[in-house]
């Protein structure tokens, strides 16, 4: 998948509110000077040729912007994937010479190599622990995260949602969580079935405990954690009677 999405044009020569602005495409300095003002952009690829034009272009709101070789071909990765090893390990059918994670991909196994020249970050790469080596000399730019697990058995969870005792009573085998978004463990799960259930947690974005006594053995099966563990029933926008 190639990194191609022009913006929205808000007025004359202005872009907005996308994901990711791709300006390779352009063929001059006098051609990137049309774009008058950048704004709400998470992420803009540039050709290493105009990389110093773009300093002359106002901008707000916008994450990263990662220069590339002129000429290169990207394989873009961008929304939520899950993907085997084998991914990583073999490169695209067009002949993509750098792999760019602009959204969520998990890698399941392993992987042996990497297929790519390049390995780009800005969003977020799940690979299983003791990958690291196989990746590590091929990352060219970062700005999103890289985060090993534990990938015997891992879950992955969006949005909101709770869990309770039934809920782990059903797990046939312990697994990693993977939590991106806002979640609570409820009251009726003991610290005991959660030791049994659990073998890490990936925390990504908030987690709430019912009752305080998780928040210990949460913490300390939490490996990654973007905030810390809080202790409350509610989730956000929530209604309750």
């Known amino acids: 998948m190639d990194a191609h999405q022009p913006g929205n044009q808000e007025g004359k020569g202005r872009i907005s509110s996308v994901a990711v ?14 774009i008058k003002g950048i704004s709400s952009v998470a992420t803009i690829l540039l050709s290493d040729t105009f990389q110093g034009t773009l300093a002359g272009i106002p901008m707000s709101s916008v ?15 961008g929304g939520k994937l899950k993907l085997g090893g084998e991914f990583l390990e073999n490169p ?3 002949g993509s010479d750098i792999l760019l994670v602009t959204g969520e991909l998990l890698i399941t196994s392993p992987p ?17 622990r003791g990958s690291e080596g196989v990746l590590t000399p091929f990352i060219t730019q970062t700005s999103g995260e ?11 969870f969006m949005g909101q949602g709770r869990f309770g005792r039934e809920f782990f009573d059903y797990l046939k085998e312990p697994i990693t969580m993977i ?3 806002e979640f609570v463990i409820e009251s009726d799960v003991s610290a005991e079935l959660i030791r049994e259930k659990v073998t890490e947690i990936i925390q990504m974005g908030v987690l709430k405990a019912a009752d305080k006594k998780l928040v ?14 809080q202790v409350s029933d509610k989730l956000e926008g929530e209604f309750h009677g």
């Open 92 to 94: 695209s059918a067009d």
């Open 21 to 34: 602005l791709d300006l390779r495409h352009m063929k001059s300095v006098d051609e990137l000077r049309n």
């Open 112 to 128: 042996t190599q990497f297929g790519y020249k390049q390995l780009i970050v800005v969003g977020q790469l799940f690979i299983p």
């Open 146 to 156: 890289i985060i090993a697990y534990d990938h015997r058995n891992p879950r992955w």
């Open 63 to 77: 994450g990263s912007v990662i220069t590339l070789a002129a000429g290169s071909k990207v394989n873009q990765i």
């Open 179 to 181: 939590l991106m978004g």
């Open 216 to 229: 210990p053995i949460l913490t300390a099966l939490a490996v990654e954690q973007m905030s810390m563990i």
